[in-house]
């Protein structure tokens, strides 16, 4: 299921839900992944100062994918191509 996100807080109820359904706990979640507990319970909070690198680490190892739809005039202007959805660049 798709979900667009329109703050950062609104990821947080995702990834705790996420790791509920995969019957995990948070600190053996945390554990596996390689961060603190502490930092994953700010990002299940939607702490607005979590480190972006340890976030996506944390949503990857979850299985969670985050999708972005940036206007195809802003897309161009990219000078390192970004993988678009479905491979294609």
Same mark, same amino acid.
């Given at each position: 299921?798709?979900? %667009? ?7 947080? *109820?995702?990834? /705790?839900?996420? /790791?509920?359904?995969? #019957?995990? /706990? &948070?600190?053996?979640?945390? +554990? !596996?992944? #390689? ?5 994953? $319970?700010?990002? +299940? /909070?939607?702490? !607005?100062? @979590? &480190?972006?690198?340890? %976030?996506? &680490?944390? %949503?990857? +190892? %979850? #299985?969670?994918? @985050?999708?972005?739809? @940036? ?9 390192? *191509?970004?993988?678009?959805?479905? #491979? $294609?660049?």
């Amino acid at each position: 299921m798709k979900f %667009l996100l329109k703050n950062y807080d609104e990821l947080g *109820p995702l990834v /705790r839900a996420t /790791r509920k359904s995969q #019957g995990m /706990r &948070q600190d053996d979640t945390a +554990e !596996g992944i #390689g961060v603190s507990e502490n930092f994953l $319970a700010k990002v +299940e /909070r939607g702490g !607005g100062t @979590v &480190q972006w690198q340890k %976030l996506f &680490q944390v %949503l990857t +190892e %979850l #299985g969670i994918q @985050v999708e972005i739809d @940036v206007p195809d005039a802003a897309a161009s202007l990219l000078q390192t *191509p970004i993988k678009q959805r479905g #491979g $294609a660049e």
